[in-house]
């Protein structure tokens, strides 16, 4: 069977097509679900415990699937590593694996991923930390069946559905704790609600919109704490790790980890210092009591107390042209920046003010989709709730420049911390990719990580955007390398100006299996100099099969793992019969471009249709 592609264009410009063509069929989705267009992948779906202390060993089990055959369990760190537990034969057990954290291996959130038949799957949060760790007992969903838990340590636990997991400690009169739990942080479905009570249940403090609690001991004796989803929902995909903390009264709280959204790949700019140069002085909250600084500055500041305003003063001259940027929510703060920039003068004491610019969100390169689902955009959102943008000045004088979070009326939380740029221009980047994401007539409901596991025969597309900084508009090249024997890989540039590219993974039908961390750049010129920067890859905490019941949750993950299986095929390969991967012409004129199509499955029906992907420079767009 041969199928022919027609391309044509009415302007006189010379098009470059990337023959590397890509299709998915909506008859080879998984039985379970008519609207999905991707084939079964590997996903890991749950460790427990979620988490262990450095320097120990851990018996954890996992959950997974399409997750056959499994011959690794992998950590983007090599001071943990995992073997298979073993039964009394010297076998291993399904699922079981002893986790082995180094003495030397730092605090923080890593990430686990399978090996198995189909290839590597999606990424597991996996906690190490350095306070002792535990596991829930079962039943503690009563007053009398609370569970002991240690000051200075960590519970690992699943929310009861339709209960409250109860747990008690000692405290004497004056002592301090933090008591944090980690969820969706972590990779958890679970909203959580915290509670601590006394002795006989009845409540303290209650956090029904956070995650954390700061409690004082009103008197020495024993208290409760109270946890549960926040619709009380429960199961092993609402796992949580309960801290408790015992920490100094003078002492701020500690910073706990999370993983990174989706909107935090555009931070850092290159080159930012780790710490601010500059610390916002309080108080400066009115224009009597404002902070002087002067161009250029790298401050840091809070959100706290409640409501807080944060204004800054500084002398600008006409012509003068400075970038503004704030993160907040992409340090993964709850938070949303604006910045509202005046002029101030004062005529005879009295002072009067002019608003020069106003600054909010950060615009996602692409449309993002509006329901969660691939309707009218992709299920991920590369903006920001954060600030980026240019001040001009247009005369002399003073200027007055406030910060505030427009969601910090009510919340006070030492932890709402920002980092304010003032800067010249700087002109670069920050890209991110994720599984290209079908878009149906009707709709596709599902919000699915995809993990790069290729079949022999098979590719996969990546979507890739791109935030500019400070002007930039220049054109990215894309790049992979390190990949799998029998693995290429062929991008759509991001065009000048624009904001998005696509990147295809191919996997050779004669290829072997095989496995490799790949790398993934985007390379530009500045100011006549190459630049090189990383794309940032996402993929969804959760698949989600129809999300119109439930909100999908995108994330960073790290690494850019790379399989390629021959326990399957691909069921469908589609290659030029000419050797080679770019074809030339010039617009208003015809190529055809002679394909192969290979069916290794059964089909329903003869059509076939093709979506081209790249720029029309007729309409200017993608």
Known sequence: MQIHPKIERDQRTRLTILCCLWALMASMAASTNAQSVCLPLPRLLTIVPMGGQIGTQVHVTISAEFAEEISALLFNHTAIAATAKLDAANQPIANQFMVTIAADCPPGLYEARLLSRLGVSSARIFTVSELPEMIQQTGNISVTAAQDLPVNSV????????????????????????????????????????????????????????????????????????????????????FYRLVLQSIDRQAVWPQFPTTRTVSSFSWPPQGLAPQAAMIESEPNDRAETAQRVTLPIDMHGQFFPAADVDVFEFVG?????????????????????????????????????????????????????????????????????????????????????????????????????????????APDFALAAWGLHMELRNGDRNALSKPLALRAGSTVALEVVVVRRDG??????????????????????????????????????????????????????????EVVRPVHMAQMAWPIADSWGEIPSPRLVSGIPVSVTTAELAPLTIRAQEAKEVFEVLSGQTIKIPLELQRRSEFSGNVLQLKTLGVDPAHNNN
């Open 155 to 238: 519970c690992n636990a699943v929310a009861t559905e339709k209960a409250i997991n109860y747990y008690r400690f000692t405290a004497t009169a004056g002592q301090r704790f933090v008591i944090h739990c980690l969820a969706r942080g972590i990779d958890s479905k679970m909203d959580p609600v915290i509670v601590v009570a006394d002795e006989s249940g009845v409540d303290l403090v209650v956090n029904r919109q956070g995650d954390t609690i700061d409690f004082v001991a009103p008197q020495t004796g024993h208290f409760l704490i109270k946890v549960h989803e926040l619709t009380f929902r429960g199961g092993p995909a609402f």
């Open 317 to 425: 001259r006409q012509g003068e042209s400075w970038w503004i940027e704030v993160a907040s929510e992409r340090l993964g703060r709850p938070t949303d920046p604006q910045v509202l920039v005046q002029l101030v003068r004062n005529d005879g004491g009295v002072e009067t003010l002019s608003d020069v610019l106003e600054l909010s969100d950060i615009p996602s390169p692409m449309k993002p989709s509006s329901n969660g689902y691939a309707y009218d955009g992709p299920p991920y959102d590369g903006g920001s709730l954060d600030v980026l943008g240019k001040l001009d000045l247009k005369e002399d004088g003073v200027y007055r420049l406030t910060v505030t979070d427009l969601f910090g009326g009510t919340r006070s939380d030492a932890r709402n911390v920002y980092r304010l740029v003032i800067r010249q221009a």
């Open 472 to 529: 930039f508009d220049g054109e990215i090249e894309l790049e992979m390398g390190q990949l799998p024997l029998g693995v290429t890989a062929a991008g759509l540039k991001i065009p000048a100006g624009k904001s998005r590219g696509v990147m295809l993974l191919t996997a050779d039908p004669e290829a072997p299996g095989g496995f490799s961390e790949a790398t993934f750049v985007g390379r530009s010129s500045l100011h006549g100099q």
